[in-house]
T-cell receptor
Framework: EPEVTQTPSHQVTQMGQEVILRCVPI?????FYWYRQILGQKVEFLVS????????KSEIFDDQFSVERPDGSNFTLKIRSTKLEDSAMYFC??????????FGSGTRLTVV | AQTVTQSQPEMSVQEAETVTLSCTYD???????LFWYKQPPSRQMILVIR??????QNATENRFSVNFQKAAKSFSLKISDSQLGDTAMYFC??????????????FGQGTELSVKP
């Protein structure tokens, strides 16, 4: 069964450093997403991406965040200057539309 | 704005018994999807079941079924013959339906289900 692949599975970074979280969506999917889950809390939408541009973003997705699909297969989330409160599980997901989502296994980001 | 509420932070059930997890939502939309996702300790998000709002028939996937009450904006998940592997966090989620387009998921707070031997 096709999978969404996320790397790394766990990333530890120092406060103020830039991090890039990587995702390989399912190849024939057209819509891509990033979600965040702070430990013990609910899953929150960050951003959706379609046709090489952001289609929707939440208020969490401020100027510190950016997304990119640099080569037609990878989909990345960049956090420019990490804060302690950015520590969370970050999930990538992709969809072919019409309500079908596949999530990756997540990247646990720890900011120290 | 849409909201999803799960009023049961924790539940437990004996193995082989049936348990029902509750979910209510608020929306002014008429066209949408509802989902239940399972998140085991590995924290992977696994789709359990999906319901399209325009379908009156309740969705069923093996031991998992839903009770979708559109007028009441209620979407409960019933797990029959509970198994130890069902132990997980369960999230209810809402997605507004756009024709042939993706949409964001809005999640509830989750219900932690423990299946006891």
């Amino acid at each position: 069964e096709p999978e969404v692949t996320q790397t790394p599975s766990h990333q530890v970074t120092q406060m103020g450093q830039e991090v890039i979280l990587r995702c390989v969506p399912i190849s024939n999917h057209l819509y891509f997403y990033w979600y965040r889950q702070i430990l013990g809390q609910k899953v929150e939408f960050l951003v959706s991406f379609y046709n090489n541009e952001i289609s929707e973003k939440s208020e969490i997705f401020d100027d510190q965040f950016s997304v990119e699909r640099p080569d037609g297969s990878n989909f990345t989330l960049k956090i420019r200057s990490t804060k302690l409160e950015d520590s969370a599980m970050y999930f990538c997901a992709s969809s072919e539309g019409l309500g079908g989502y596949t999530f990756g296994s997540g990247t646990r980001l720890t900011v120290v | 704005a849409q909201t999803v509420t799960q009023s049961q932070p924790e539940m437990s059930v004996q193995e082989a018994e049936t348990v029902t997890l509750s979910c209510t939502y608020d929306t002014s939309e008429s066209n949408y999807y509802l989902f239940w996702y399972k998140q085991p300790p590995s924290r992977q998000m696994i789709l359990v079941i999906r319901q399209e709002a325009y379908k009156q028939q309740n969705a069923t996937e093996n031991r998992f079924s839903v009770n979708f009450q559109k007028a009441a904006k209620s979407f409960s998940l019933k797990i029959s013959d509970s198994q130890l592997g069902d132990t997980a966090m369960y999230f209810c989620a809402f997605m507004r339906r756009f024709y042939n387009q993706g949409g964001k998921l809005i999640f509830g707070q989750g219900t932690e289900l423990s299946v006891k031997p």
